[in-house]
């Protein structure tokens, strides 16, 4: 049920606080200020020589995300690649290597095919799956679920989040394992990871803002998103969500390959969603921005207030989020990515919990 909720989505964007929130009660020992898996140790982190991911749509774009989280915590190298592609390159795989599969229904085919060719090739295998009862879910070595419930808008949201939050524990893990991870870094890590429902609460606040620039969004017939590390799967993902539900045309890149190519599409009828907390990267960004409205670009800012004091440009709006510890930030910075594609689609008059020619789960290639 829509609750008070005028679609699936909408609820479902509502719930990520509290869904968040119980994941990471699964997977985290809060009192003890340590990760605690729920399938306990039957991943062998220490010994493993990579890790090889693979999942469709925003399940990609979550694995993307871990991808930063796994090299940089627990110095495990990651290769990562749509099921679509992995399932049919014949890629060598290593000894010693875990496959990782993501997916929120479990029954994805491609991501399905991925999976029964990791163990032809003797990888083990780990799922993050929503559903549990899945086949994917049970043709797996071990299986760390996201508990998002069910997820009914065609749209991943919810299941998007609980699948980083599961990823952000199970690299804390693999960095304490590997001896990369400190026991006193790994509790000032817990405890971020405690403080997000919180701040993604707040994020939700934010929805008024955003509907007012949804009205100018929903004018567009191109939306460029930019990020860098992390950030870059957000604008992937921002960009996804948009063309999905209210079929405008968006496209994500890392910030860094604007001047390679798309900088040639900027003019002001082109919004460039940038998305940006004030980390150590921060400033590379501002530099981008600035070729953008060099050129007359419109910008919207995803930023904190530190961001939005030390931008040095103007932007058309700036979405002002709390102030975080930059390492798990996605997770909230999420939120602002996914009701702007809501509200747009919503102001368009689109539905968006049944986007045309999109089905919940491909269950075929
Ligand atoms: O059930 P899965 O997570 O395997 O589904 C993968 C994609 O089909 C899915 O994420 C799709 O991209 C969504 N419609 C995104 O909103």
Not at 151 to 164: D, P, R
Request: with cysteine.
């Amino acid at each position: 049920e829509k609750g008070n909720h005028r679609h699936f989505m909408a609820k479902e964007i509502y719930e990520q606080p509290e869904v968040v929130g119980h994941t990471l009660t699964q997977y985290l020992d809060m009192a003890g200020g340590t990760v605690r898996l729920p399938f306990g140790d039957k991943i062998d982190w220490k010994s493993l020589s990579r890790l090889t991911i693979s999942a469709c749509g925003t399940s990609y774009y979550a694995g993307l995300v871990a991808k930063y989280w796994f090299e940089k915590l627990a110095r495990l190298p990651v290769e990562i690649d749509v099921a679509s592609e992995f399932r049919y390159r014949e890629a060598p795989l290593p000894d010693q290597g875990l496959a990782l599969f993501v997916s929120q229904s479990g029954e994805t085919a491609d991501t399905l095919a991925g999976l029964r060719y990791a163990r032809q090739n003797g990888q083990a295998i780990l799922s993050v799956v929503n559903v549990p009862t899945s086949t994917i879910a049970r043709e797996s070595d071990a299986v760390a679920q996201t508990l998002a419930g069910p997820e009914i808008g065609v749209a991943s949201t919810k299941a998007f989040v609980c699948q980083l939050a599961v990823f952000a524990s199970l690299a804390l893990a693999a960095a304490r394992a590997r001896g990369t991870l400190s026991a006193q870094d790994e509790a000032g890590h817990v405890q971020h990871l405690i403080s997000l429902p919180g701040l993604m609460a707040r994020a939700l606040e934010l929805e008024p803002e955003i509907e007012k620039l949804a009205r100018e969004l929903s004018k567009a017939k191109d939306v460029l998103y930019l990020g860098r590390g992390t950030s870059f799967p957000l604008a992937l993902e921002g960009a996804l969500k948009l063309k999905e539900i209210s079929y405008i045309h968006a496209e994500g890149y890392a910030a860094g390959e604007l001047k390679h190519g798309p900088i040639a599409l900027i003019d002001e009828d082109m919004p460039v969603i940038v998305v940006a907390p004030h980390d150590t990267l921060y400033e590379k960004t501002v530099s981008n921005m600035q070729e953008v409205a060099a050129r007359g670009g419109r910008i919207i800012l995803i930023t904190d207030a530190k961001g939005a004091a030390e931008c040095g440009i103007e932007p058309e709006a700036t979405i002002v989020m709390p102030e975080m510890d930059p390492t798990f930030a996605p997770i909230v910075y999420a939120l602002p990515i996914q009701m702007i594609a809501y509200q747009t689609a919503v102001f368009m008059g689109k539905d968006v919990d049944q986007p045309r020619n999109l089905a919940k789960s491909v269950t075929v290639e």
